[in-house]
């Protein structure tokens, strides 16, 4: 949420609307992402215009923690 705060509020709702609308109601949310690899392994990332929501992905049910938020240059840091 402290991620989110940061964003001006046409980028709150465009993050917000997306993982709302496209992440719970996909059957698969994770063939939406992409997997991470090096010190990001296991996580995945989304895209939303220039910014990315990193999460975590539970294997053995759908659950989705979205770990960071935050501009593309940025984020992986």
């Known amino acids: 949420m402290r991620d989110l705060g940061g ?4 980028n709150q709702r465009r ?4 993982a709302h609308e496209r ?5 698969d949310p994770r ?9 990001m392994a296991g ?7 220039d ?4 999460a975590k992905a539970d294997a053995g049910k ?3 923690l979205i770990v960071k938020v ?3 240059r940025e984020v992986y840091r």
């Open 15 to 18: 993050v917000l609307k997306f």
């Open 31 to 39: 063939k939406l992402g992409d997997t991470l690899a090096g010190p």
């Open 7 to 10: 964003l001006d509020r046409t």
């Open 43 to 49: 996580m995945m990332r989304f895209r939303v215009g």
């Open 51 to 54: 910014y990315r929501l990193l």
């Open 62 to 64: 759908l659950t989705i």
């Open 23 to 27: 992440l719970t109601q996909h059957p």
């Open 70 to 72: 935050g501009n593309r």
